[in-house]
């Protein structure tokens, strides 16, 4: 290889890196942060596996695809955005892109405002984010910036009150908003039971990797939803234990 060749191919290198984190920068603050993770992994994964072969029909095949691929993410939108986001916030890019240290105290925390929610009847539903930062759902409510309570939490969902309608939204430990509203998901729910409130946690899981929480005003009941998973009913201990798997160790198997 010639010093013009090495040349080039480090400029080459050094513009795809600048132009991929700047990019990253324009977006971390929201969920397309994971979804360029995902798409990049994917294709870098995709390209490494084919040189590694030699498998040139399958090239062939792939070059084919890129130009109508386009056509195949604009009918199949939705789906391509959940399957990229879920990509980049498995175990690994989350460690790439930066996670919390585990903290018992806010686990606990979050355990005793649910308690309080469930011994007042007060329907509520609670957001917490992982990799993804839900920048589109934030706005869509009342943006605050405090250290989450039991006090704070109780206050918000005293019913009839102008923040008790929607959802609280949870980052870093700390409310980031009020009364937002969540996308609602479109599948068939078995349990009757479950309301706009439900659709509305179990749409925000479906959408991305956020933890949700959801106690029912009429039966006191919390569930937990967590991707295309929702556990019902649930008692405190067990949802304890899920919080601190989901939130600091990244589990993704989740049980039925």
């Not at 498998?55 to 386009?70: M, R």
């Not at 355990?111 to 539903?125: D, M, N």
């Not at 798997?245 to 990244?250: R, W």
Request: proline share 2%.
């Amino acid at each position: 290889m010639t010093l013009v060749e090495i040349l080039r191919a480090l400029f080459e290198i050094v513009v795809l890196w600048a132009l991929f984190y700047y990019l990253y920068r324009a977006v971390k603050d929201s969920r397309a942060a994971a979804i360029l993770a995902g798409l990049v992994a994917t294709v870098l994964l995709g390209y490494f596996l084919l040189e590694l072969t030699h498998a040139v029909v399958l090239k062939q095949l792939a070059g084919l695809i890129i130009g109508p691929g386009t056509i195949l993410v604009v009918l199949f939108q939705p789906e391509v955005r959940n399957a990229l986001a879920r990509f980049g916030s498995n175990r690994l890019m989350s460690r790439l892109l930066g996670t919390q240290e585990e903290n018992q105290d806010f686990v606990s925390v979050v355990c005793e405002s649910v308690a309080y929610l469930v011994s007042k009847r007060y329907g509520a539903l609670i957001a917490i984010c992982r990799t993804n930062k839900l920048s589109e759902y934030t706005k869509t409510g009342t943006e605050l910036d405090a250290l989450y309570t039991r006090e704070l939490i109780g206050t918000i969902f005293v019913p009839k009150t102008l923040l008790h309608d929607g959802a609280v939204i949870v980052d870093n430990e700390r409310i980031v908003s009020a009364a937002a509203i969540l996308p609602v998901s479109d599948r068939e729910l078995k349990d009757r039971s479950m309301g706009l409130r439900h659709r509305a946690g179990i749409g925000l899981a479906e959408a991305s990797d956020a933890v949700v929480i959801i106690v029912s005003e009429e039966t006191g009941s919390v569930s937990l939803a967590v991707g295309t998973i929702v556990q019902r009913s649930i008692n405190l201990e067990l949802l304890s234990e899920r919080l601190t798997q989901l939130l600091y160790t990244h589990d993704e198997q989740e049980q039925d």
